[in-house]
């Protein structure tokens, strides 16, 4: 089989990897670039709420008329039993940026891979790049039939850092976390988002587009092993105060999900030719919501810094990105061991790992 070129491959078609191909587009159209994902995004997804400072950097990446147009929830409040029992209601008209979204997210990662598509951009869905190897030509990116040679790589797997080694970067682990997370139809939409500490963990719960909800339990992969089973999970939500009630009588669960959701950072944030983005990069904790954001922003950067690589201004580019990708991560710590503080109300395990975590982020 041929091997196949382009100047730049980008692996991972999520937020991330969308957001640095359409910049790719705007700001060097010379460049032929392709970009794999080993998925469809035809299954569900965590990761529903988009803050409303997201509005920027998708007017900036040209997709801000297809997102307004494909009627995802606006947020009209955020709801907290956090800091005690009785909840705190947070009415989106009184933040200075406006409301945000709820989002079907297949739907918003197909909505972007379309958009990079329309706009030049080779995208392979169904296709995992299974091995990178640096030789003189380039990237050699291996796939189940073939291979392809990029001059450079965007690296925006998300959570999934299998491909680390080939670029000699180290994976660091800040804190485990996991989401219980179940999808339910027939829910009549209040759009709201709602939050609850409890003794095990944390819930969320969203209200999605098509009369759909998300409800997830947030909890430590060794705390919470019991909670794949279904009638541990029912139990423990039907404990909760303000986010069992939502779900009314006709709701029926559609899909079970469990997603690893902690703290981790690569490093190096890139090398030779190569730049990671996203999660891949930088995976945050939920409960900071920051993470679509950072991966459209991330993407954006990326885009740029691998077009410099591209240019032979490599130092430079990695040197800018990875001070700009530290900076990132250093108000993080502070901010998530602040959120985690105002919940101080048990003694549990869960609770007194969150602290004793938070304390060391916000340490450094
Ligand atoms: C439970 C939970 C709740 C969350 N809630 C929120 C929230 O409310 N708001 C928020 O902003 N963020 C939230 N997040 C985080 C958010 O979902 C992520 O930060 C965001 O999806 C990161 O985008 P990404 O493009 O970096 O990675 P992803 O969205 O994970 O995309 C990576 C893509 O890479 C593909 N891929 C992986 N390996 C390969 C390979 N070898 N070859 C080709 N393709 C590959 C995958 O198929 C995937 O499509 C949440 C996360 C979790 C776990």
Redesign the pocket.
């Known amino acids: 089989m041929p091997c196949e070129q382009a100047d730049i491959a980008i692996?991972?078609?999520?937020?991330?990897?969308a957001a640095a191909a359409l910049t790719l587009r705007r700001h060097a159209p010379g460049l032929s670039v392709v970009l794999?994902?080993?998925?469809r995004?035809a299954l569900e997804?965590?990761?529903?709420?988009?803050?409303a400072v997201a509005q920027g950097l998708l007017r900036q990446l040209g997709v801000w008329t297809e997102f307004l147009s494909s009627d995802f929830v606006e947020s009209r409040a955020v709801i907290a039993a956090w800091a005690s029992e009785t909840p705190d209601e947070r009415a989106s008209i009184f933040s200075a940026q406006g409301p945000g979204w709820q989002l079907d997210?297949a739907r918003f990662?197909r909505l972007m891979v379309q958009a990079a598509s329309d706009s030049g951009v080779e995208v392979r869905l169904g296709?995992?790049?299974?091995s990178a190897t640096r030789s003189d030509q380039g990237w050699r990116l291996g796939l189940a039939d073939g291979e392809i040679v990029a001059n450079t790589v965007i690296w925006?797997?998300?959570?999934?850092w299998?491909?680390a080694r080939s670029f000699g970067a180290k994976l660091r682990v800040h804190s485990h976390l996991a989401?219980y997370?179940r999808f339910f139809d027939g829910v009549p939409g209040d759009c709201q988002m709602l939050i609850e500490a409890r003794p095990e963990g944390w819930w969320y719960s969203a209200d999605l587009p098509g009369q759909r909800r998300v409800v997830?339990c947030?909890t430590d992969p060794d705390l919470g092993g019991d909670l794949r089973n279904p009638n541990y999970w029912y139990d423990a939500l039907a404990a909760t105060r303000i986010i069992a009630p939502l779900l009314p009588k006709g709701a029926y669960e559609t899909a079970m999900l469990v997603?690893?959701?902690g703290t981790a950072t690569i490093d190096p944030a890139a090398g030779n030719h190569w730049v990671a983005?996203?999660?891949?990069l930088f995976?945050?904790d939920?409960l900071s919501?920051?993470?679509?954001?950072?991966?459209l922003r991330t993407g954006i950067l990326a885009a740029y810094a691998a077009s410099d690589m591209m240019d032979g201004r490599g130092e430079l580019a990695r040197m800018r990105y990875a001070m700009i990708a530290s900076q990132g991560f250093a108000d993080y710590g502070p901010a998530l061991a602040a959120h985690y503080a105002t919940a101080a109300r048990w003694d549990t395990a869960f609770w007194q790992r969150r602290r004793s975590h938070a304390a060391a982020l916000a340490s450094g």
């Open positions: 692996i991972g078609g999520g937020p991330a990897g794999f994902d080993a998925g995004h997804k965590p990761g529903e709420i988009l803050p997210r990662d296709t995992a790049v299974l925006a797997t998300g959570r999934s299998k491909l989401a997370a997830a947030m997603k690893s959701a983005a996203g999660d891949s995976s945050a939920p919501s920051r993470g679509i954001v950072h991966a």
